[in-house]
């Protein structure tokens, strides 16, 4: 199936942000694999903060998505891998997104103007880690090109997570 993809923007999250976010991933379908239940608003609070931080450092951050009309449907990005473990000292590239609009492409466009603007900001190549169960996220990686790297064991959930890496 070869359909357009659908017109998406992406932003600097902005303190209202951190509100939408919160009500968009509140259900369970969406934070399946990210702890099976909705963050505190307080989690994404910070969590917006930080990006725009990390877009003033490194000219990019997890961009709020925002759909055709301006509704902010989720996020997509890249920031540097934040834990202990896994792809250390590399950027990775991430999204979340509303269930309501799963399956419309959102996020491959979003995801495909990420991989335009990491470039452009200088990364010579990006990492997704995603949950091994997690299939339409791996699908993702697929249509971006990228290829299984690495899989490791989360060590607080002890669940797989595959590594997959895309250099230019």
Same mark, same amino acid.
């Given at each position: 199936?070869?359909? +357009?993809? $659908? ?5 600097? =999250?902005?303190? %209202?942000?951190?509100?939408? /976010?919160?009500?968009?991933?509140? #259900? ?49 990005? +890249?920031? $540097? ?5 896994? =792809?250390?000292? %590399?950027?990775?590239?991430? /999204?979340?997104?509303?269930?309501? #609009? ?67």
């Amino acid at each position: 199936m070869n359909r +357009a993809l $659908p017109v998406v923007r992406l932003r600097v =999250p902005t303190d %209202e942000d951190a509100v939408a /976010w919160h009500r968009v991933f509140d #259900h369970p379908d969406v934070m399946e694999f990210h702890g099976g239940r909705s963050a505190e608003l307080s989690f994404y609070e910070e969590l917006t903060a930080r990006q725009r931080r990390h877009d003033a450092e490194h000219g990019f951050c997890l961009w709020t998505m925002l759909d055709e009309s301006g509704r902010v449907i989720g996020f997509t990005g +890249a920031q $540097p891998w934040p834990q202990e473990w896994g =792809p250390r000292g %590399e950027i990775e590239i991430g /999204w979340r997104l509303g269930r309501e #609009h799963w399956g419309k492409g959102y996020v491959t466009a979003a995801a495909r103007m990420t991989l335009e603007r990491v470039r452009a900001a200088g990364v010579s190549g990006v990492v997704a880690m995603v949950n091994a169960r997690n299939a339409r996220s791996i699908a993702v990686t697929r249509r971006l090109g990228m290829s299984l790297a690495e899989v490791f064991t989360t060590p607080v959930s002890q669940q797989e997570a595959h590594c997959y890496r895309l250099e230019w």
